[in-house]
T-cell receptor
């Protein structure tokens, strides 16, 4: 049973290019979350998606960033016109249900995509 | 929104000693508190979690305590081993079913052999 799969592991982009990060959740998990981690910092929430729905995008910058989780295929985090400040590790997590409530679930994280903007 | 604070930011202990990491949260509606361990170059891994209807939970050398009145929760690692060296994150989630987890800033634990 494969875990959360993220690819690529490392991505180098020049300023102004687009970055596409992919995440395939664990089998049976329909909730996907994206977090950003700057060097020596914590995990900052970006966006929470279910299949074909964005549940919460309160942590995602309004410009240049978008996310989707289509009916078929992986979740995609897209960063347009990347800048040096976008360099970070981007982690995807999945769960079988939401994290809140009396029956909230813990996350399973992928190994992350390390984005470097040069 | 929810805010989670964590102390200390770095912690060094001798092998065999105990390590304690403390967290506070701001939203009294939070009711799920997971802890994650992140080793260098890897994604965070869930190691233990506790819900608000429980004051303490133990799993071998790891224990978590929760004080809902004070909005404090702590991770205790006993008989530390070098492989416990990692960054540890506490986190909190609110009561809504469709909610995400908010993380603390992390504690870098070093266990000295």
């Amino acid at each position: 049973n494969a875990g959360v799969m993220q690819n690529p592991r490392h991505l180098v982009r020049r300023r102004g290019q687009e970055a596409r990060l992919r995440c395939s959740p664990m089998k049976g998990h329909s909730h996907v979350y994206w977090y950003r981690q700057l060097p020596e910092e914590g995990l900052k929430f970006m966006v929470y998606l279910q299949k074909e729905n964005i549940i919460d995008e309160s942590g995602m910058p309004k410009e240049r960033f978008s996310a989707e989780f289509p009916k078929e295929g992986p979740s995609i985090l897209r960063i347009q016109q990347v800048v040096r400040g976008d360099s970070a590790a981007y982690f995807c997590a999945s769960s079988p249900g939401g994290a809140g409530g009396a029956t909230g679930y813990g996350y399973t994280f992928g190994s992350g995509t390390r984005l470097t903007v040069v | 929104g929810e805010n989670v604070e964590q102390h200390p930011s770095t912690l060094s202990v001798q092998e065999g000693d105990s390590a304690v990491i403390k967290c506070t949260y701001s939203d009294s509606a939070s009711n799920y508190f997971p802890w994650y361990k992140q080793e260098l170059g890897k994604g965070p891994q869930l190691i233990i979690d506790i819900r608000s209807n429980v004051g303490e939970k133990k799993d071998q050398r790891i224990a978590v305590t929760l004080n809902k009145t004070a909005k404090h929760f702590s991770l205790h690692i006993t008989e530390t081993q070098p492989e416990d060296s990692a960054v540890y994150f506490c986190a909190a989630s609110k009561g809504a079913s469709y909610d995400k987890v908010i993380f603390g800033p992390g504690t870098s634990l070093s266990v000295i052999p």
